[in-house]
């Protein structure tokens, strides 16, 4: 078997790639050190370089290890590396996102920018495609990489150009000549995507979370065939973001103790018998089983929600932990785990564990983004009694320092409050279209923590706010009144929370059907949706879901 070596600084998810690299059938070996790297440096004839979350904190890392001297040396060589995401960001200059904090300076004087937010939300997370420029001028695939394929990036930041054109983009960038250019377009700004350079591949996207295709990627780097065929009659349009669709499984154990994927209405797993007590938790199957059937119809991303947290249990043996790294063997797309992402006290040893350390054992399990719940609620509390501004110990905060923003999603569970007037409450209202019981034609959303069952004293417009502010980097936005409904998505909550906030918003509860995902596309912002209980009874699939989209003129991976 065929090694890979590949650079580990111990900060974010490489099982994904890890296991990326075994089922293409390469053994892994991993490098911490510069000492470590110089002392293996002839055996070395496959490098990967990955990188996720803050510039900064990555460089940070790369230089306290000593490891810049080595990269550079090898890259002298001449022999293989693959950048990716930060890894491709680490070879330039800088990046506005850390000042501070230097690049390896390989293609000086290029830098990173934050994308704009004024027609977007950021950060870029999504499947995007691109167009590739090769230095001989071919119109040939870069490692597989072409303009059919789309791809997955998540990121703040990135090497913006002026023009998509090839011509334009060397003369602006002298830097790059000599180097095949793969470009990526996000709202009105583009961005380099990729960069090929002899026996060098960096891309801005994760090929490792970007499923079949991305594998392939890997592939074709490690074995060397760099100029691919690209399909006959394949366009050249400018590349566009897809629809993202995300499948939600939420899991829990059972009253025998199983781990189980379960689903219910206003967070009432329960089967309903009339005239039986202690009705049984309602059990859809595996999680790690149903993971795998979604990702093969095509979810964009997987999402477990932990809905029990088992708080009984010692932390190093979450039972999550497990099920992320199964599923991470077979599940080519990104991950995100919610539930339990909070300090902890560990009941076997009584220690205390922080909330950046539980995310950090997600994020080694597989893991590539967590959801925190009630936690955020208490910290946005936290955050206006202290005027508007956070004490660094909020989970957000904590974990979004060490991982970057793009890392933490918060969960939002509220329910509509009927008011007469704005003047009748302190909280953000809209006038709605579906008048309350007693005709109040507005409405405020109150959150809830605790699973819904406990309200609080604080709108979801008010929480998302907050939230931003201290780290999060995407909202997951649920709805109580519409959960296991099958009646659709709150079309007024999704558009008002988008309205509050520049990051990505994910609408959830009330999916029957998948008309559902095209109306709430058409009729709002929302950057994704997601569905669970449609698709655990097999009454559509993702794949089904999507070919409604493609056929409504909105576009989604296929």
């Known amino acids: ?251 829990r154990t059972n009253d025998e103790g199983d781990l189980v994927v379960t689903k219910g209405d206003q967070y009432d797993v329960r089967e309903r018998k009339v005239g039986v007590n202690g009705e049984p938790v309602r059990n859809l199957g595996k999680p790690v089983e149903i993971a795998q059937k979604y990702y093969e119809q095509g979810a964009d991303e997987v999402t477990f929600l932990n809905i029990t947290s088992f708080r009984s249990c010692p932390l190093k043996d979450l039972p999550m932990l497990q099920v992320l790294k199964e599923a991470s063997k077979t599940v080519f797309v990104p991950l995100t785990i919610g539930g339990g992402i909070r300090d902890t006290v560990d009941p076997e040893t009584g220690k205390t564990f922080s909330a950046l350390e539980v995310a950090t054992m997600y994020f080694l399990s597989g893991a590539d983004k967590v959801s925190i719940g009630s936690d955020a609620v208490y910290a946005a509390e936290k955050y206006y009694a202290n005027g508007n501004k956070g004490d660094g110990t909020s989970p957000m905060e904590t974990i979004s320092k060490a991982y970057g923003v793009q890392a933490v999603v918060v969960s939002v569970d509220p329910k509509r409050v009927y008011v007469n007037s704005p003047k009748d409450t302190k909280h953000h209202t809209i006038e709605t279209k579906f008048p309350g019981p007693n005709g109040e034609k507005y409405v405020w959303y109150q959150c809830t923590v605790k699973g819904g069952r406990e309200a609080r004293d604080l709108g979801a417009y008010e929480l998302v706010r907050a939230v931003e502010a201290l780290g999060a980097g995407e909202i997951l936005l649920n709805c109580i009144d519409k959960d296991g409904t099958n009646s659709g998505f709150d079309l007024e909550l999704v558009q008002d929370v988008k309205d509050a906030v520049s990051i990505p918003v994910i609408a959830s509860s009330g999916a029957g059907k998948p008309e559902h995902f095209v109306q709430v596309f058409q009729k709002t912002t929302t950057d994704a949706a997601l569905g669970a209980g449609m698709f655990h009874r097999n009454e559509y699939t993702v794949g089904q879901v999507k070919q409604a989209l493609n056929e409504s003129g909105l576009e989604a991976r296929l």
């Open 1 to 251: 078997m065929s090694k890979v070596y590949v650079i580990d600084v111990e900060s974010g998810n490489l099982q994904s790639l890890e296991n990326a690299l075994a089922k293409l059938g390469y053994q892994v070996e991993l490098i911490k050190t510069g000492d470590e790297f110089t002392a293996k440096m002839d055996k070395i004839d496959k490098l990967l370089l990955p990188g996720v979350g803050n510039f900064g904190h990555f460089m940070n890392n790369v230089h306290a290890r000593s490891l810049a001297g080595p990269i550079k040396q090898y890259i002298a060589t001449g022999k293989p590396l693959m950048g990716i995401c930060v890894g491709l960001q680490a070879l330039l200059a800088g990046s506005t996102e850390s000042p501070d904090s230097k690049g390896l300076e390989y293609l000086s004087p290029l830098k990173l920018s934050k994308f704009s937010e004024e027609d977007k939300s950021v950060p870029h997370i999504g499947w995007n495609g691109t167009v590739v420029h090769l230095s001989n001028g071919e119109k040939k695939g870069l490692y597989g990489i072409d303009q059919t394929k789309k791809f997955y990036f998540v990121h703040s930041y990135a090497a913006l150009l002026e023009s998509i054109d090839d011509e334009k983009i060397k003369s602006q960038h002298p830097e790059l000549a000599g180097w095949d250019v793969a470009v990526s377009k996000y709202g009105n700004e583009h961005f380099i995507a990729a960069l090929a350079k002899g026996n060098m591949l960096l891309t801005q996207f994760h090929p490792e979370k970007s499923g079949e295709q991305g594998l392939a990627i890997i592939n074709s780097f490690l074995q060397g065939s760099k100029y691919t065929e690209i399909p006959a009659g394949a366009s050249s349009s400018e590349p566009t973001l897809t629809k993202r669709v995300i499948a939600c499984l939420d899991v």
